[in-house]
């Protein structure tokens, strides 16, 4: 059973990571891949592992805490919830504003994650609400509030672009180097695309940039 594993990025993807363990290149599914050892190639990291075996393959997934692990492994117990959707999950913001979002039943919030529809959301309230104690703290639920809120807004109040953006300042990210990357990839959008396509390529554009820096 692998816990974690600590090595450098070799190489990134949409939803990969290549860690270079002392020569051997693991392939880590996870969040934000275009976020992990701050974007930068070459970066040394620590990394927590899900260690997921299916009949056609052996699969890694990847997080950059505990709580994020934690949260994982919490997602896979509901019901409709596999590896992908929970990943994706975890892509919509820290381990505490989605603890705070299933704590307040934020149906609204639930649901713009990726994989997410309405009954799925209602099964992660119901089956998860009383087993986040360690989240649902005052410090907590105010680290998720703004989101929540801009959340609740609605796709026809702020956006796709408006989410991602929500989604970048929860991972983390300033203003404004979350609106450099929305000059980058705004003008790229043609008006069909999904929050969770926008958030990758805001990763994408921040990645890109911090080469150049």
Known sequence: MIDFLRGTVAHRETEYVVLDVRGVGY?????????????????EVTMYIHYH?????????????????????????????????????????????????????????LTKLPGIGKKTAQRMVLDLKDKLGAWTSAEADSAGFGLLEIAAAGPTAIGAWGEAKAALLALGY????????????KPKLKGDETADAVTKLALQALFQQSLMK
């Not at 392939?27 to 930068?40: E, H, L, Q, T």
């Not at 999950?89 to 504003?97: F, I």
């Not at 300033?174 to 990839?185: C, I, K, P, S």
């Open 53 to 109: 075996v299916r009949e056609d393959a052996h699969l890694l997934f990847g997080f950059s805490s505990r709580d994020e692990q934690s949260l994982f492994r919490l997602l896979l117990d509901v019901n409709g919830i596999g590896p992908k959707v929970a990943i994706g999950v975890l892509a919509g913001g820290r381990p505490e504003v989605i603890a705070a979002a299933i704590s307040q039943e934020n149906l609204s919030f």
């Open 174 to 185: 300033t203003e404004a180097e979350a609106d450099r990357a929305g000059q980058t990839v």
């Open 27 to 43: 392939r880590v599914f996870c969040a934000n891949p275009y976020a992990v050892g701050a974007g930068k190639d070459g970066a």
